[in-house]
């Protein structure tokens, strides 16, 4: 992707279902989104479950996959397993969200991506992150990693990532202070941050706030007013 000189802030993540706010407004500071689709698929991980808010407390979706060779599987090559978990899905954000004020003006661009039977996780994934992003405004462009052939382990995959893609800066997680390479980011000369996400309090069903859900769960309950909400 060709920026003609432009100084670049990118940033990127693996797949992840319904994903939680944070993520969001990383891309959202962004100018450009690597889907990392290329690490080794961790079982128990968000790649293929996410937490909804009940009124009986918090709910995890998990969408089934193919269990097989999980320990040399990359993101990119995991398969869903056809077992008709997306009706159970929808249901149970039936339930949860039937009441909120902006569950009729969603729910049909979620439900026309949930039951259209993707193979691969990774492409879910990507299909509801496109559509949580421009629900909340976000334009940034994406990238998938397995779109190129980035090299290295750890810092050095991420700067190896930078340079390929033009990178004059680099938005790490809150956890990438622990194994960022700061002397070889700054000898490239690529830039680093480290995201510190406040998590926003907003209005929310069923009594007391419960932060670290699923985006939908401040689509559905404040529509329009999400964006202002998610970058503050």
Not at 23 to 32: N, P, R, Y
Not at 127 to 141: A, H, N, Q, V, Y
Request: aromatic share 14%; glycine share 8%.
């Amino acid at each position: 992707m060709e920026y003609c000189g432009k100084e670049v802030r990118l940033t990127a993540h693996q797949a992840t279902y319904l994903s939680w706010l944070g993520l969001f407004d990383k891309i959202a500071h962004a100018d450009l989104f690597c889907l990392f689709d290329v690490c080794q698929y961790e079982r128990k991980s968000f790649e293929n479950r996410n937490i909804i808010k009940t009124n009986s407390g918090l709910l995890m979706l998990t969408v089934p996959v193919e269990s097989k060779g999980h320990f040399e599987t990359k993101g990119k090559d995991v398969k869903i397993c056809p077992t008709g978990w997306a009706r159970k899905h929808l249901r149970s954000i039936e339930l949860a969200y039937s009441k909120a004020p902006y569950y009729d003006a969603y729910i049909g661009g979620l439900e026309s991506i949930l039951t259209s039977n993707y193979e691969y996780l990774a492409d879910l994934n990507l299909e509801i992150l496109r559509w949580g992003m421009k629900s909340f405004g976000i334009k940034t462009p994406i990238v998938r990693a397995s779109d190129y052939d980035f090299q290295g382990v750890k810092s050095g995959l991420v700067l190896d990532m930078c340079l390929k893609l033009g990178a004059s800066e680099y938005v790490f997680g809150a956890l990438g202070s622990d194994y960022a390479d700061k002397e070889a980011f700054a000898e490239a000369g690529v830039g680093i941050e480290f995201q510190d996400y406040n998590h926003p309090v907003y209005p929310q069903l069923f009594g007391q706030f419960a932060p670290y859900v699923s985006f939908i769960d401040l689509l559905l309950n404040c529509g329009p007013n999400s964006r202002r909400i998610l970058i503050n």
